[in-house]
Antibody
Framework: QVQLVESGGGLVKPGGSLRLSCAAS????????MNWLRQAPGKGLEWVSY????????YYADSVKGRFTISRDNAKNSLYLQMNSLRVEDTAVYYC?????????WGQGTLVTVSS | AIQLTQSPSSLSASVGDRVTISCRAS??????LAWYQQSPGKPPKLLIL???TLESGVPSRFSGSGSGTDFTLTISSLQPEDFATYYC?????????FGQGTKLDIK
């Protein structure tokens, strides 16, 4: 069955960096569009970034543009999110999500806490 | 960015009730709208896409309607597992955006 397993979350100071990973299994990863979404504690859902199957088309939310970088390694069935210049407001559960127009399959999420 | 406004923000209802949640877009999005259900501590689950197409495996008591700027999610007869938070999402353009959510709890 489809599985998306995020890792790499944790506690980081403002201005710091973190790299999230998502291990995909149960489907042909290289055929699918992927996304990162996040949810701050007690808040709603926010789309963060999108990447097409070949990695040639990428979009970001304005709130993370210039600070976050999405990438993928189809040979390793993995999706990544490099997060730099982290801010307190980036604190959230980050989800790895499969889908192009809609978000059909979600991982369980990894918590990123930005605090001094 | 396209803004989505859900109403109400919260709703109390009983098992067996029929409930309706609205989602209004700040500009026309044709039928490029999806609905999700999120239970506490879990990731969201896709219920409906293209405004009214039920995702595979979703019970038929869920239905969606609308086009343009006004959309509706209806649950025909609430079951205990339906008490959750519901979000609409537009996929007409980037950035993908969500409504603020509607929390449905037991009366």
């Amino acid at each position: 069955q489809v599985q998306l397993v995020e890792s790499g979350g944790g506690l980081v100071k403002p201005g710091g960096s973190l790299r999230l990973s998502c291990a995909a299994s149960g489907f042909t990863f290289s055929d699918y569009y992927m996304n990162w979404l996040r949810q701050a504690p007690g808040k709603g859902l926010e789309w963060v970034s999108y990447i097409n199957p070949r990695g040639s088309t990428i979009y970001y939310a304005d709130s993370v543009k210039g600070r976050f970088t999405i990438s993928r390694d189809n040979a390793k069935n993995s999706l990544y999110l490099q997060m730099n210049s982290l801010r307190v407001e980036d604190t959230a559960v980050y989800y790895c999500v499969r889908g192009d127009w809609v978000f059909q399959r979600w991982g369980q999420g990894t918590l990123v806490t930005v605090s001094s | 960015a396209i803004q989505l406004t859900q109403s109400p923000s919260s709703l109390s209802a009983s098992v067996g009730d029929r409930v309706t949640i609205s989602c209004r877009a700040s500009q026309g999005i044709s039928r490029a709208l999806a609905w999700y259900q999120q239970s506490p501590g879990k990731p969201p689950k896709l219920l409906i896409l293209d405004a009214s197409t039920l995702e595979s495996g979703v019970p038929s008591r869920f239905s969606g309607s609308g086009s343009g700027t006004d959309f509706t999610l209806t649950i025909s007869s609430l079951q205990p597992e339906d008490f959750a938070t519901y979000y609409c999402q537009q996929f007409n353009s980037f950035p993908r955006t969500f409504g603020q959510g509607t929390k449905l709890d037991i009366k």
